[in-house]
């Protein structure tokens, strides 16, 4: 009998060890809800959220030292976070677009910037690269902690509201004012 007491209690005792090591790895493998940016510098916020947007599942690339490149269904952001000290943050969502030839550097997508610039509040248009590439700009701000959702979101914001600047456009603008990918995926994928 006493054997048999010693013997379950030592189970006991290594199941309750066993479980002791196995969670550890468990919470740091967990799908995150939130990113939390509080105290770091942009660079160091941007590999958080790198991290956590992987965790979460989405397909997301580094860009660059502060910048991460994310898809949200057909459409490619680059995400970077603006960090204040004061602890009023911001992340930067921007998407961008080449100019054909034919329209860079023209009057008309000059006046097409201001105009959007001008009735717009959900973004900023940028004439980058000698008019070759339009850059579009939102931002969302926050306060050291933000949650995936709500981030996702913000995104889908964004993108609808490209999407009627782009039903409001002339006919045929499509064919001149295209999305660049910022990011390569596989062949075949």
């Known amino acids: 009998m006493r054997k048999l007491l010693l013997l379950s209690g030592l189970l006991v005792l290594s199941a309750c060890s066993a479980t002791g090591t196995e969670t550890k790895p468990a919470v740091d493998n967990a799908v995150p809800s939130t990113v939390d940016m509080s105290a770091m510098t942009n660079e160091q916020a941007a590999e958080t959220l790198y991290t956590s947007l992987i965790k979460a599942n989405y397909l997301v690339t580094k860009v660059g030292p502060s910048r991460v490149a994310v898809q949200l269904g057909d459409h490619q952001f680059v995400l970077q976070p603006s960090m204040n000290a004061d602890g009023i943050d911001r992340i930067l969502a921007n998407r961008f677009y080449a100019v054909h030839p034919q329209l860079q550097g023209s009057k008309e997508l000059l006046v097409m910037i201001g105009q959007l610039n001008q009735k717009l509040n959900f973004a900023k248009f940028f004439i980058r690269e000698n008019g070759a590439v339009i850059q579009v700009q939102s931002s969302a ?19 609808e509201g490209l999407r009627q600047v782009g039903t409001s456009m002339p006919e045929g603008t499509e064919k001149l004012i295209k999305a660049i990918p910022v990011m390569q995926h596989p062949q075949g994928v």
């Open 141 to 159: 701000t926050f306060v050291n902690v933000m949650s995936l959702e709500e981030i996702r979101r913000f995104l889908i914001w964004t993108d």
